[in-house]
């Protein structure tokens, strides 16, 4: 069983849409990372939080440590949006990913 | 962007053979990670370094070997290049004292090495 679980796997939504992705972990964290990846590989950091709120023009990102969970909002979704978005937790000195959310945004 | 360069980009190599993929930064970071990517898997850690000539394993390491001789440069090298070892290689590098401690990771562009 994978330490980090995301969810959904997979996510299509209209242009204009909110979105969330959940992440789920089951060992203690120090910090939570949200991770952008584009097609074509490129993987950009978005978010590194450890508690409460964080926010980055239509992203948002949330944290709950005492039920161990994080999310990661997109208000106002756009084609641009669509990517693979990925959570790892950082875990004695280095992260361990979840498989991440290929999100899909239509015009 | 931070600065970290990976190469090569692409490769393609034969069973056996030696693979050797470099990564640079010029950002000064202490911490530089190896990672493979698979299809359904997430990221996975191959090696990692703390320092100059200061390395550890990670998770998925047999069969690779590291080496950090400066501070900017963080080699991978495949001895003997199996067709498992086909994947998507990323070098990444955080400051201070590493992502557990909730520095911000920055990640190279990728390496895609095919092994036939």
């Known amino acids: 069983k994978n330490e980090v679980e995301q969810s959904p796997q997979n996510l299509t939504a209209q242009e204009g849409e909110f979105i969330t992705i959940n992440c789920s972990y089951s060992v203690g964290i120090s910090a939570l990372h949200w991770l952008q990846q584009h097609p074509g590989g490129g993987i950009v950091s978005l978010f590194m939080l450890s508690s409460g709120k964080k926010k980055h023009g239509r992203l948002i990102a949330t944290i709950n440590i005492q039920e161990k969970h994080s999310s990661l909002h997109i208000t106002a979704s756009h084609p641009r949006d669509s990517a693979v978005y990925i959570c790892?937790?950082?875990?004695?000195?280095?992260?361990?990913f979840g498989k991440g959310t290929k999100l899909s945004v239509k015009p | 962007d931070a600065g970290i360069t990976q190469s090569p980009r692409h490769k393609v190599t034969e069973t056996g053979t030696p693979v050797t993929l470099r990564c640079h930064q010029t950002?000064?970071?202490?911490?530089m990670y190896w990672y493979r990517q698979d299809p359904g898997h997430g990221l996975r850690l191959i090696h990692y370094?703390?320092?100059?000539?200061?390395?550890d394993k990670g998770e998925v390491s047999d069969g690779y070997s590291v080496s950090r001789s400066k501070t900017e440069d963080f080699l991978l090298t495949l001895e003997s290049a199996t067709s498992s070892q086909t994947s998507v290689y990323f070098c990444a590098i955080s400051a201070g004292t590493g992502v557990n401690s909730g520095n911000t990771i920055y990640f190279g562009e990728g390496s895609w090495l095919t092994v036939v």
């Open positions: 790892a937790g950082g875990s004695q000195g280095n992260l361990i």
């Open positions: 950002e000064n970071h202490r911490y």
């Open positions: 370094s703390y320092g100059v000539k200061d390395t």
